[in-house]
Nanobody, 123 residues
């Protein structure tokens, strides 16, 4: 059984940094597409960053210069380092993985999801 477990969320001030991590069990996602999405109440879950293998990455434009996604294959974890956080980054952050090796922005195409971790940025 595949499980994704997020950790590392919390409450920070604007300008601070925070890293959220996703640890997978039941499957090794060395080549699969893995992504981070975020969601605020009343809005759709939105793609933030994704990675395939350990080199192909893609980011939401508004986070491209501030966030970095990385994969630790031996540990089967994917981390999202978030710098210069802004209040608008406040959301529940979800880790998602695909059976496919193709990275996509569509949440509907992801096969596995974590339970989410809350990130709150105050001004």
């Amino acid at each position: 059984q595949v499980q994704l477990v997020e950790s590392g969320g919390g409450a920070v001030q604007a300008g601070d940094s925070l890293t959220v991590s996703c640890t997978a069990s039941g499957h090794t996602f060395s080549r699969n597409a893995v992504a981070w999405f975020r969601q605020v109440p009343g809005k759709e879950r939105r793609f933030v960053a994704g990675i395939v293998g350990n080199t192909i990455t893609r980011y939401l434009d508004s986070v491209k210069a501030r966030f970095t996604i990385s994969k630790d294959i031996p540990k089967n974890t994917v981390a999202l380092q978030m710098n210069s956080l802004k209040p608008e980054d406040t959301a529940t952050y979800y880790c998602a993985a695909r059976v496919s090796e193709v990275l996509t922005l569509s949440s509907q195409l992801y096969d596995y999801w974590g339970q989410g971790t809350q990130v709150t940025v105050s001004s």
